[in-house]
């Protein structure tokens, strides 16, 4: 059983700067890819961005490509998301979620972490 722990989450002022943090543990890290997910108030959750096992394919959605990137260090159990420029629009709780393949889909995951909040306002 694979468990997910995000941190990283805050407020912010637009234009500012957020790293999310997708900790791992329980399983063997490498066997998943990680995806972003994030969900505001009233809205679905929508993909943000995922990478794959190895690190060597990531995918974003559009309205967050050009300002996220996403990275992960296999030796610390953890996945990244670099949030540059960030937008009132970017204001969600974000999910990293983990499953045997990667996508913006969030129906193909297996496990999901609580989520961290993240407010993006002036």
């Known amino acids: 059983q694979l468990q997910l722990v995000e941190s990283g989450g805050g407020s912010v002022q637009p234009g500012g700067s957020l790293r999310l943090s997708c900790a791992a543990s329980?399983?063997?890290?490498?066997?998943?890819?990680i995806g972003w997910f994030r969900q505001a108030p009233g809205k679905e959750r929508e993909g943000v961005s995922y990478i794959s096992r190895s690190g060597g394919s990531t995918d974003y959605a559009d309205s967050v490509k050009d300002r996220f990137l996403i990275s992960r260090d296999n030796a610390k159990n953890t996945v990244y998301l670099q949030m540059n420029s960030l937008k009132p629009e970017d204001t969600a709780v974000y999910y990293c979620?983990?499953?045997?393949?990667?996508?913006?889909?969030?129906?193909?995951?297996?496990?999901w972490g609580q989520g961290t909040q993240v407010t993006v306002s002036s």
């Open positions: 979620a983990a499953g045997l393949y990667g996508s913006l889909l969030s129906h193909i995951y297996d496990y």
């Open positions: 329980g399983s063997t890290f490498t066997y998943y890819a």
